[in-house]
């Protein structure tokens, strides 16, 4: 079944203890907490600190997607705050093999997430060592910004490189996911969709998140 995570980008950040709560109750699986450094990208959110308070107010599980330059220096300090799975960029490390092992060792999740522009030869060495691949849909930075349609193809592509090596890792996608983009990820074989605007924009929030899955 797809996992739905919703990113609390889109939330209302002077109550996000109960916009996590407000996600875990419409039935979403995990919550995706956006960490942007204002380097890597182009904007700035939250450090492991909302992330330790966040953790105190439920269990739910934490995918942390670092959007940051150098993020071999944040791993210790985001799996204290309670991160379960931490997700690094292919692009802002030189060490990618030494960080997943870095981050194993803490006895969470690894990711390893892609740019829109960057290519799946790329992660093509690292896949066996990941727990799941994040193909950015939009160019990371902001919510709200319009699905890249080729990205379609990029997950159909990742799904095929995962069943010939006949690997579990999953693919997550994020950027532009709604009622309609989410059909054509599902398809083309993602298992965890991100969704910030879709959801908190809803009136529904339980309608958008079973529209997702
Ligand atoms: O990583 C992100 C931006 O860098 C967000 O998770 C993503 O954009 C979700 O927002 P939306 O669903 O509104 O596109």
């Known amino acids: 079944m797809t996992i739905i995570a919703p990113s609390i980008l889109s939330s209302d950040f002077s109550r996000l203890g109960e916009e996590v709560a407000r996600i875990q109750d419409a039935g979403a699986d995990w919550c995706h907490i956006d960490v942007m450094d204002g380097q890597f990208v182009p904007n700035l959110t939250f450090g492991a600190p909302v992330v330790k308070s966040l953790r105190k107010r439920t269990e739910m599980f934490f995918d942390c997607h670092l959007m940051v330059e150098n993020p ?12 379960d799975l931490i997700c690094v960029h292919a692009e802002a490390t030189h060490h990618l093999h030494r960080l997943l092992q870095s981050i194993h060792s803490k ?16 992660i093509e060495e690292i896949l066996p060592y990941a727990d799941m691949i994040l ?12 699905f890249i349609p080729t990205s379609v193809d990029k ?3 990742l799904k095929q490189m995962i069943r010939e090596r006949d690997l579990k890792t999953l693919i997550e996608v994020d950027g532009g996911v709604n009622g309609e983009t989410a059909k054509a990820c599902r398809e083309a074989g993602a298992d965890v969709l991100v969704a910030g605007s879709f959801v908190f924009g809803a009136a529904d929030m339980q309608e958008a998140v079973a529209a997702l899955r």
Request: charged share 10%.
């Open 72 to 83: 071999e220096n944040y791993v210790d300090s985001f799996a204290a705050a309670g991160a």
């Open 107 to 122: 006895g969470i999740q690894a990711g390893v997430a892609l740019n829109p522009a960057t290519p799946l030869c790329q």
């Open 135 to 146: 193909i950015m849909s939009v160019n990371p930075g902001f919510g709200g910004q319009k």
């Open 155 to 157: 997950i159909r592509r």
